[in-house]
């Protein structure tokens, strides 16, 4: 699972919230009108790219235009265009949307970003932009509202998120004993440990002394651990 409008896939797996909304955007009870808001807000300009928070299928889309999406069901006229996609357990509502992704289908083709209900949509895709559709204009200001919908209630959906989001770099092997191995390099010794800064690094102390006080050399490494044990243990494929 990611946040939906992060500017970087990176980011988007990142727990901090890429674009907090400010006062009133929370979800939660709003004093200044009254009522609940069952969503999080999440400002970013018009234009801005909304990325879905997880696999599914599309579950509902409308343009609130003569366009041939359906119509707003009863009580939603006022989140604009939007749409509503479907996953394994929940069902995410993203509001405001702008109006260029729903051109295509408008002058009867298919949409640009997604199909219609039942197409499927992968973690990331992009499924529209931020607009300024409805209430997304002044005073409120261009933003997305995302709602997460949990057997029938809409609920908080930060912590939701931020408590699913998808997996980051595969951890570092830990520093084992079968981590740790002898290299050999034109006559000189090399003490290989795995670096703990979560990527597939190593730390290289080497020469023919003690090897406290030598320079570290850490090379960079994609691929898995023995494959760098592997490569390293024969003399002549010592990375540079």
């Known amino acids: 699972m990611q946040w939906p409008v992060a500017p970087t896939a990176a980011e988007r797996t990142q727990p ?9 955007g929370e979800y939660g009870w709003r004093a200044d009108v009254g009522r609940m808001h069952y969503g999080y807000d999440f400002r970013a300009p018009a234009g801005h790219p909304v990325h879905a928070i997880a696999p599914g299928r ?9 366009d041939g999406s359906a119509a707003y069901p009863a009580g ?7 749409v509503w996609i479907q996953h394994d357990g929940f069902v995410s509502r993203y509001l405001h949307l702008s109006e260029p992704q ?6 009867g083709g298919a949409p640009i ?3 219609g209900p039942g197409t499927p949509v992968e973690e990331g895709q992009l499924i529209g932009t931020v607009g300024g559709t409805n209430f997304a204009g002044p005073p409120y ?5 995302l709602e997460v919908v949990v057997d029938g209630a809409q609920i908080d959906p930060i912590p939701y998120i931020r408590e699913r989001l998808s997996a980051g770099p595969a951890p570092v092997p830990g520093r084992k004993e079968s981590n740790v191995f002898i290299a050999i390099r034109n006559g000189s010794w090399y003490l290989i440990t795995p670096a703990e800064n979560g990527k597939l690094h190593a730390s290289v102390l080497g020469g023919q002394d003690v090897p406290s006080g030598l320079p570290t050399v850490t090379f960079n490494w994609a ?8 490569r390293l243990v024969n003399p002549s494929n010592v990375p540079n």
Not at 16 to 24: D, E, N, R, T
Not at 58 to 66: E, T
Not at 102 to 107: C, K, S, V
Not at 223 to 230: G, L, P, R, V, Y
Request: aromatic letters at 20%; a positive charge.
């Open 16 to 24: 901090a919230i890429p674009y907090p909304a400010g006062s009133g």
């Open 58 to 66: 599309v579950y509902f889309v409308a343009s609130g235009m003569d």
């Open 76 to 82: 939603w006229a006022a989140g604009g265009r939007q």
């Open 102 to 107: 729903y051109a295509a289908l408008r002058a």
């Open 113 to 115: 970003y997604f199909g």
């Open 141 to 145: 200001g261009a933003h997305l509202h």
């Open 223 to 230: 691929n898995s651990w023995s494959q760098f044990k592997a």
